[in-house]
């Protein structure tokens, strides 16, 4: 197809700047617009209007196109985007910034890290350097000290897939690994990435399944952008993706834990919230007793085995059981 303009159009003598102005009116202003439409409105070639959705959306704007029953190719932005003005912080703001870029250590080597790279270097360009030194002490103390975390660096290029999959919420196509389970491959639609205890998660929902899903980064080995998108469920939320599990991972039926912790510990115990709806019993010896209803046993013994030797599980009998098993196991271990 010709990229001339009509016979007899005289072209708009405006910057490119101008002109991009005028493009993101146009695509803010309706559900979309056509190339051929947009040469109409701004009197340029073809190729000149490719060019600049290519500058928008190298900008950054979550600019989408998809293919009509036509065959005509519709530009938009992403359902209910509209330009974010500049944003300024207090310096207080900027603190509690700091401090949470310090526990985000685990993103070391994603896309994500160049991200928060990128938003601090615009930071510190704007302000003086004494004040980025003392907030640079500031999130060099928060940050965490030999906790663990996954090496994502090697998923760099899947996770900025995805990462383009959750802004234009594109289907995705996945081949999965599960912890000691064959590999499958999912068809999943992307709502959340959940950042839990140093490592990320996706969840979102899974058409193999017709549910809910969650999946683990790391055991993701593959993934595919799909043409088809979706919409996230107006009720949808995140909490959806766990249940009633005590941590992430829903993994059984939802029951009423009782712990005794002793008196060396109850001050830990109490300055914490574990459960949104737990209860605190203190006893007549100084130690706590601490009660909750949750899911998945798994992660709530790793939790009671971090309080050994101070905890005692009360009810139900059957968690009472795994705990004395796996108390057993470990010290009858042999090699």
């Keep these: ?50 060019r600049d959705l290519k500058a928008i959306e190298e900008a950054g704007y979550p600019l989408i196109s998809e293919r009509q029953s036509d065959g005509q190719v519709l530009y938009s932005f992403i359902s209910g985007y509209s330009k974010v003005p500049p944003i300024t912080f207090s310096l207080e703001e900027l603190m509690t910034l700091y401090l949470c870029r310090g526990q985000l250590e685990f ?77 499958n491959c999912y068809q999943v639609d992307p709502y959340t990435l959940l950042f839990f205890k140093n490592a990320l998660y996706l969840g979102g929902y899974a058409h193999n399944r017709q549910a809910l899903r969650l999946f683990a980064i790391e055991r993701i080995e593959s993934l595919e952008l799909l043409t088809d998108r979706f919409e996230v469920p107006e009720d949808y939320s995140a909490t959806e993706l766990t249940g009633e599990a005590f941590g992430l991972i829903d ?54 085995y971090s309080f050994i030797p101070f905890v005692r599980v009360l009810s139900p009998e059957s968690l009472r059981q795994q705990f004395v098993d796996g108390l057993t196991r470990g010290l009858n271990y042999q090699d």
């Design 1 to 50: 197809m010709s990229s001339q303009r009509k016979p007899g159009r005289i072209a708009k003598k405006y910057s490119q700047a101008a002109r991009l102005h005028d493009l993101i009116r146009i695509l803010e202003a309706r559900y979309g617009a056509t190339v051929e439409e947009l040469v109409e409105e701004c009197q340029v070639t073809r190729r000149t209007i490719y």
């Design 107 to 183: 993103l070391r080597g994603t896309p994500f890290q160049q991200d928060l790279k990128a938003i601090f270097t615009r930071i510190r360009s704007s302000m003086p350097p004494r004040s980025v030194a003392h907030l640079e002490r500031l999130a060099e103390a928060s940050a965490p000290r030999f906790l663990g975390f996954k090496d994502y660096s090697v998923q760099h290029q899947l996770l900025n897939d995805l990462r383009q999959a959750l802004l234009r919420q594109q289907r995705i196509e996945i081949e999965y690994r599960p912890a000691k389970r064959k590999r």
């Design 251 to 304: 993994d059984g039926a939802t029951q009423r834990v009782e712990l005794q912790f002793d008196k060396e510990i109850a001050h830990l115990i109490r300055e914490r919230i574990w459960h949104p709806r737990q209860q605190l019993e203190k006893g007549a010896d100084g130690g706590i007793v601490l009660r909750f209803e949750a899911a998945g046993d798994k992660e709530i013994l790793a939790w009671i």
